[in-house]
């Protein structure tokens, strides 16, 4: 299912939320997670959501959302660097079933 407003086309969507989706501008690793050979880019947004915090979510080339910071943060900055740390940790992690 596509999500509304986050192709920066000036819609809302209807998460429930006041979210202004920002990306990183400058900082090329802190948008992109992995590019597919058909150059098809997954990336990072930062945001500010209705509350005043910033977050962060992983969305894949099709606008699903993969994953999400679960929690606010103070400033971008803070937000940012919690990114970062996922995309640089995320390479060494394993797949564990839990049964």
């Known amino acids: 299912m596509p999500l509304e407003g986050l192709a920066g086309d000036g819609s809302t969507g209807d998460s429930g939320t006041d979210e ?4 990183a501008e400058g ?10 050979e ?6 990072f947004e930062v945001y500010e959501d209705r509350g005043g915090e910033w ?10 959302i993969v994953a999400d910071s679960g929690e606010g943060y ?8 919690a990114a970062r740390s ?8 394993t797949i564990e079933r839990l049964e």
Request: zero cysteines.
């Open 55 to 64: 977050r962060w979510r992983l969305v894949h080339w099709n606008g699903n």
């Open 27 to 36: 900082d090329d690793t802190a948008e992109t997670d992995e590019t597919s």
């Open 74 to 81: 103070a400033s971008r900055s803070n937000a940012e660097r």
């Open 38 to 43: 058909t150059g098809r880019t997954s990336r």
């Open 20 to 23: 202004t989706p920002v990306t």
């Open 86 to 93: 996922v995309m640089r940790i995320a390479p060494n992690a």
